[in-house]
């Protein structure tokens, strides 16, 4: 059961913005707790893409970038490109259940 | 450059044990600067977070599988495993296994996050 709610899916034009939301409640989220983001391109393992809210690891393009603010927190794509389409995760901590991960409800992103 | 490979049975009958192994390469396993992880994924679904555990044996289970699943790691063989009892088709999915991690000092483990995954494997449970 996912506790952190995102859009089932987004669409856009190569070239265009494009921002997925997260949304979690007060004892994840709202608690302080970090929200790190994953892309799954077709058939694959998911793939570390923002951690700690808004850093990229090596090797992810600047065209990535993520934020976060009160209960919800932000992954935008800018510059659209065929390649990004993929199913992308939030995941965060709930801090009313010790120790407990809890990942977004996925969303899938089209480029048109 | 660590790896994790999963292993085990691709089907599993109703009613029986899922059990799958996780075998780290290339990396240490008995660090505290990790956990391990299972995560699996419905056909067609999302992700869920199965469980973790600490190289000292330390575990954190999803509320949902609690009563149903163990994590056990074996330091001596780099290897740290799942048993999931009475499956169901509703058990049917590809596992994965995970490293959870930080690169940035002195974060408290709850800010961690999977750094490192395996390929997947997918169960199916069916007579």
């Known amino acids: 059961q996912s506790v952190l709610t995102q859009p089932p899916s987004v669409s856009g034009a190569p070239g265009q913005r494009v921002t997925i939301s997260c949304t979690g409640s007060?004892?994840?989220?709202?608690?302080?707790?970090?929200v790190h983001w994953y892309q799954q391109l077709p058939g694959t393992a998911p793939k570390l893409l923002i951690y700690?809210?808004?850093n990229r690891p090596s090797g992810v393009p600047d065209r990535f970038s993520g934020s976060k603010s009160g209960t919800s927190a932000s992954l935008a794509i800018t510059g659209l490109q065929a390649e990004d389409e993929a199913d992308y995760y939030c995941?965060?901590?709930?801090?009313?259940?010790?120790?407990?991960?809890?990942f977004g409800t996925g969303t899938k992103v089209t480029v048109l | 450059q660590l790896q994790l490979q999963e292993s085990g049975p691709g089907l599993v009958k109703p009613s029986e044990t899922l059990s799958l192994t996780c075998t780290v390469s290339?990396?240490?396993?008995?660090?505290?600067?990790?956990?391990w992880d299972w995560i699996r994924q419905p056909p067609g679904k999302g992700l869920e977070w199965i469980g973790s555990?600490?190289?000292?044996?330390?575990?954190y289970y999803n509320p949902s599988l609690k009563s149903r699943v163990t994590i056990s790691v074996d330091t001596s063989k780099k290897q740290f495993s799942l048993k999931l009892k009475s499956v169901t088709a509703a058990d049917t999915a590809v596992y994965y296994c995970?490293?959870?991690?930080?690169?940035?000092?002195?974060?408290?483990?709850?800010?961690?996050?999977?750094?490192?995954w395996g390929r997947g494997t997918l169960v199916t449970v069916s007579s």
């Open positions: 995941q965060s901590y709930d801090g009313s259940l010790s120790g407990s991960r809890v």
């Open positions: 700690g809210n808004s």
């Open positions: 995970a490293r959870q991690h930080d690169v940035r000092p002195m974060t408290t483990a709850e800010h961690w996050y999977f750094d490192l």
């Open positions: 007060s004892s994840k989220i709202g608690a302080g707790y970090d």
């Open positions: 555990i600490y190289y000292s044996g330390s575990t």
């Open positions: 290339g990396g240490s396993i008995s660090s505290s600067s990790y956990y």
